[in-house]
T-cell receptor
């Protein structure tokens, strides 16, 4: 079945450092790909999405490109802030699977001042 | 513009008791999903509703778990004869019907089984 694998955390960075969180997927169809973020004490929020190959999703300085050839959707940000500290989840959704989200296990990011 | 609302926010109960968790989706959202998040893990899909029908129940872990939705609105997830392994955060999400519609999540119900 479909699955998502993302790098284990925690990832600890200094403010203004470059961030990459790796995410790869396995899917039989043509899924849409998402990054969700969970800030401390808050609910899960959609960060960005991409719906087809080579699409780039972007929001709040974060970017991820849908790479069909490598089945990847890595999250990047050029300069992280302390306020980016959160847990990040990569997920996919496939119309052949009721559009349910299949999540990776999450990566905790801690940004130090 | 209310978001997805879940109640209770926390529930502590004894092993063997039944529990009911409630989800109020965003008005007009015909799709509704339940997920479970165990400590330190990703979210697991439980059940999907389109309107009041549940075309995908494949994630329900056992027959102790059931869910219903009425009026294309409120949904209730029921866990009978709770076990300690049921302890988790139960999250509800809703979305408009259709391809690539984003799911909006509630804050979840933290369930603890003693």
């Amino acid at each position: 079945g479909d699955s998502v694998t993302q790098m284990e955390g925690p990832v600890t960075l200094s403010e203004e450092a470059f961030l990459t969180i790796n995410c790869t997927y396995t899917a039989t169809g043509y899924p849409s790909l998402f990054w969700y973020v969970q800030y401390p004490g808050e609910g899960l929020q959609l960060l960005l999405k991409a719906t087809k190959a080579d699409d780039k999703g972007s929001n709040k300085g974060f970017e991820a490109t849908y790479r069909k050839e490598t089945t990847s959707f890595h999250l990047e940000k050029g300069s992280v802030q302390v306020s980016d500290s959160a847990v990040y989840f990569c997920a996919l959704s496939d119309k052949d699977s009721s559009y349910k989200l299949i999540f990776g296990s999450g990566t905790r990011l801690l940004v130090r001042p | 513009g209310a978001g997805v609302s879940q109640s209770p926010s926390n529930k502590v109960t004894e092993k063997g008791k039944d529990v009911e968790l409630r989800c109020d989706p965003i008005s007009g959202h015909t799709a509704l999903y339940w997920y479970r998040q165990r400590l330190g893990q990703g979210l697991e899909f439980l059940i999907y509703f389109q309107g009041n029908s549940a075309p995908d129940k494949s994630g329900l872990p056992s027959d102790r778990f059931s869910a219903e939705r009425t009026g294309e609105s409120v949904s209730t997830l029921t866990i009978q004869r709770t076990q300690q392994e049921d302890s988790a955060v139960y999250l509800c999400a809703s979305s408009l019907k259709g391809v690539n519609q984003p799911q909006h999540f509630g804050d979840g119900t933290r369930l603890s089984i003693l």
